[in-house]
T-cell receptor, first 108, second 114 residues
Framework: KQEVTQIPAALSVPEGENLVLNCSFT??????LQWFRQDPGKGLTSLLL?????REQTSGRLNASLDKSSGRSTLYIAASQPGDSATYLC???????FGSGTKLNVKP | DGGITQSPKYLFRKEGQNVTLSCEQN?????MYWYRQDPGQGLRLIYY???????QKGDIAEGYSVSREKKESFPLTVTSAQKNPTAFYLC?????????????FGPGTRLTVL
């Protein structure tokens, strides 16, 4: 069974900081990995999908990398804004297993 | 607009009642999924369906049932056998197997047992 760990569990930063969220998983089968954002009481919004043949994917201020050999992915958020405050979840290969997420608070 | 809809947004159930949560998608996706989310925890898979008239149990299927009679619909029934059903339920879909495709989520249904 896939084990997924996200570190840190919570993070509070002042506006403008660059930050890194980590996701590690035990099954490094060659499938894609998806990062999501969840606002309180809402569903998940897809942020980035990294295909198995890629090592990273970028969308605006977000950059996600995938290292299948080490079972790790990182989500880099540049120039954080208060609107980035949410819980961020990763879904590694096979996509059925999610970490508990990193709860991000960006202070104005 | 294409997307996934879930209804109702909030649902209250009395002890011993069965309730059905609706999930509809107009994305023409073959695969659909049901997850449960408890406070401070990640999502756990209840059931999934990769094609019409076929579905498989996930990690926590006990006390739940599903049907997939139409491609666009994947209702979840929470039965009285589910001992602790209070949770946030999320439906998702993908165009094909998750190994190769992006997963999209609905807005969720919050179920509370009174």
């Amino acid at each position: 069974k896939q084990e997924v760990t996200q570190i840190p569990a919570a993070l509070s930063v002042p506006e403008g900081e660059n930050l890194v969220l980590n996701c590690s998983f035990t099954d490094s089968a060659i499938y894609n990995l998806q990062w999501f954002r969840q606002d309180p009481g809402k569903g998940l919004t897809s942020l980035l999908l990294i295909q198995s043949s890629q090592r990273e994917q970028t969308s605006g201020r977000l950059n996600a990398s995938l290292d299948k050999s080490s079972g790790r992915s990182t989500l880099y958020i540049a120039a954080s804004q208060p609107g980035d405050s949410a819980t961020y979840l990763c879904a590694p290969p096979r996509g059925f297993y999610f970490g508990s997420g990193t709860k991000l608070n960006v202070k104005p | 607009d294409g997307g996934i809809t879930q209804s109702p947004k909030y649902l209250f159930r009395k002890e011993g009642q069965n309730v059905t949560l609706s999930c509809e998608q107009n994305l023409n996706h073959d695969a659909m999924y049901w997850y449960r989310q408890d406070p401070g925890q990640g999502l756990r898979l209840i059931y999934y369906s990769q094609i019409v008239n076929d579905f498989q149990k996930g990690d926590i299927a006990e006390g739940y049932s599903v049907s997939r009679e139409k491609k666009e619909s994947f209702p979840l029934t929470v039965t009285s056998a589910q001992k602790n059903p209070t949770a946030f339920y999320l439906c998702a879909s993908s165009i094909g197997p998750l190994e190769l495709n992006e997963q999209f989520f609905g807005p969720g249904t919050r179920l509370t047992v009174l």
